[in-house]
């Protein structure tokens, strides 16, 4: 494999990665959000508080965009076994 085929290869799998990552981190960044200005307002400072909604929020997340994620990924491996 030639060098720049390599370089273009390792450049499409980091950018699809992040393309994947970006609405299940989009989720966690929204739920926190949410959960931080409602401790503000309410003045609640407890820790766990923040942790359960996220992971709810991003397991959610995760579960509504997994056909869009495992489609991303069989495009992705099609190509790479039919030699791009």
Same mark, same amino acid.
């Given at each position: 494999?030639?060098?720049d085929n390599a370089i273009d290869?390792?450049?499409e799998t980091l950018t699809l990665m992040?393309?994947?990552g970006l609405? #299940? &981190?989009a989720a966690a960044l929204v739920v926190g959000l949410t959960v931080s200005v409602f401790q503000a307002v309410?003045?609640?400072q407890e820790q766990t508080l923040t942790f359960v909604p996220? #992971? &709810?929020g991003m397991g959610t997340m995760a579960i509504l965009?997994?056909?869009w994620l495992v489609k991303r990924i069989m495009e992705f491996s099609e190509r790479m076994?039919?030699?791009m």
């Open positions: 494999m030639p060098i290869l390792v450049r992040l393309l994947l609405p #299940i &981190l309410t003045q609640i996220k #992971i &709810l965009v997994m056909p076994f039919s030699g």
